[in-house]
Nanobody
Framework: QVQLVESGGGLVQAGGSLRLSCAAS????????MNWFRQAPGKEREFVAA????????YYADSVKGRFTISRDNAKNTFYLQMNSLKPEDTAVYYC????????????????????WGKGTQVTVSS
C-alpha cells in the first residue's frame, strides 16, 4: 500500500522557519517527482515545489522561491520542505504528492498530474 505521510507542521511566528517531511513508502519512487502543494482556507490548492527523485532537479513557485528549499534523502525515502522567512500568507495545509511522469526541461517543470497524495499537515504563521 502506497503511503505519503507528512509531518513537521505547526505554529510559527512570521520570519520563523519550519521543516516539513514527507515519508514515502509502498513502492519505488525513483522515476517520480515529489511535490509539495498547499491550500489556504477559501483558496484553491496551489503548487509549491517539486524535486525529481532520481537526480534532484528542483522547481519552485515564484511565491516561495528564495525562501523555501525542497530536498530528499534517498536512504530514508523521505523528502523535505525547508521553509524560511515565513509569512502569514504561507498559512495553509501543506500536502505532499507524487508525480509519476515528470518533465524537467530548460528550468521548468511540466506535470500530467499527481498519482499519490498525503493527507496534509497544517502550517500556521502568526503576524
Amino acid at each position: 500500500q502506497v503511503q505519503l505521510v507528512e509531518s513537521g507542521g505547526g505554529l510559527v511566528q512570521a520570519g520563523g522557519s519550519l521543516r516539513l517531511s514527507c515519508a514515502a513508502s509502498g513502492r519505488t519512487f525513483s522515476n517520480y517527482a515529489m511535490n509539495w502543494f498547499r491550500q489556504a482556507p477559501g483558496k484553491e490548492r496551489e503548487f509549491v515545489a517539486a524535486i525529481k527523485w532520481s537526480d534532484g532537479s528542483t522547481y519552485y513557485a515564484d511565491s516561495v522561491k528564495g525562501r523555501f528549499t525542497i530536498s530528499r534523502d534517498n536512504a530514508k525515502n523521505t523528502f523535505y520542505l525547508q521553509m524560511n522567512s515565513l509569512k502569514p500568507e504561507d498559512t495553509a495545509v501543506y500536502y505532499c504528492a507524487a508525480d509519476p511522469n515528470p518533465t524537467f526541461y530548460s528550468g521548468s517543470y511540466y506535470s500530467w498530474g499527481m498519482e499519490y497524495w498525503g493527507k496534509g499537515t497544517q502550517v500556521t504563521v502568526s503576524s
